[in-house]
């Protein structure tokens, strides 16, 4: 199973809504990241869990509040967002300490915000 | 500037070969990356390359390294419609478990 597989595909909330991306692998990597995509633009890191614990938050706001379970499970908690945080969300996952170091990414969560 | 940088779209017809460069800063990296996003998809890693390489192949798809010009690029042979999407090189740096990504390059392919 080389897949990393993200809930909902999409979502649309509005700014006092409260609502959660998932992500999920069983890859048996032991860091899984968070990126924020805008249209036509690369992907942004947003934050990192190693070994189930946040080791990077590129200074992203409180509204968006990670969440890491297990070590297959990774979560993002959503809430008060603004209309400019409708993106795509991608999760990705590596192993750490692996020789190569890729990341392998899920489709994706397109988030609206009203 | 930017630490990756890739031209921003490539127009090629059906049966030709695309080539796609990019350019990183960072002489430390360790591994670069290609990676293929199709609209509304997520990022599908194609092929990656050691920096102390200066040539991979893999099917279709021949990497390219000089690590001295600090210059990377991808060929796609007998390139496909399908292969029509934006392609993002990617740079890990020594001692970062992170990607840095260019801006992507986007190929259209036309019959």
């Known amino acids: 199973d080389t897949e990393v597989t993200q809930t909902p595909k999409h979502l649309v909330m509005g700014m006092t809504n409260k609502k959660s991306l998932k992500c999920e692998q069983h890859m048996g990597h032991r860091a899984m990241y968070w990126y924020k995509q805008k249209a036509k633009k690369p992907p942004e890191l947003m934050f990192v869990?190693?070994?189930?614990?946040?080791?990077i938050n590129e200074s992203v706001p409180s509204r968006f509040s990670p969440e890491c379970p297990n070590s297959s499970l990774l979560n993002l908690h959503l809430h008060a967002l603004q209309p400019e945080d409708s993106a795509l969300y991608l999760c990705?996952?590596?192993?750490?300490?692996?020789?190569?170091?890729?990341?392998?990414f899920g489709e994706g969560s397109r988030l609206t915000v009203l | 500037g930017e630490d990756v940088e890739q031209s921003l779209f490539l127009s090629v017809r059906e049966g030709d070969s695309s080539v796609i460069n990019c350019t990183y800063t960072?002489?430390?990296?360790?591994?670069l990356y290609w990676y293929k996003q199709e609209p509304g998809a997520g990022l599908q890693l194609l092929t990656y390359i050691f920096s102390n390489m200066d040539m991979k192949q893999d099917q279709r798809l021949t990497v390219l390294l000089n690590k001295k010009d600090k210059h990377l690029s991808l060929r796609i042979a007998d390139t496909q419609t399908g292969d029509s999407a934006i392609y993002f090189c990617a740079e890990r740096r020594s001692g970062y478990s992170t990607l840095t990504f260019g801006k992507g390059t986007m190929l259209l392919v036309s019959p």
């Open positions: 960072d002489s430390s990296s360790t591994y």
């Open positions: 990705a996952s590596s192993q750490l300490g692996g020789r190569t170091g890729e990341l392998f």
């Open positions: 869990y190693s070994y189930e614990k946040l080791s």
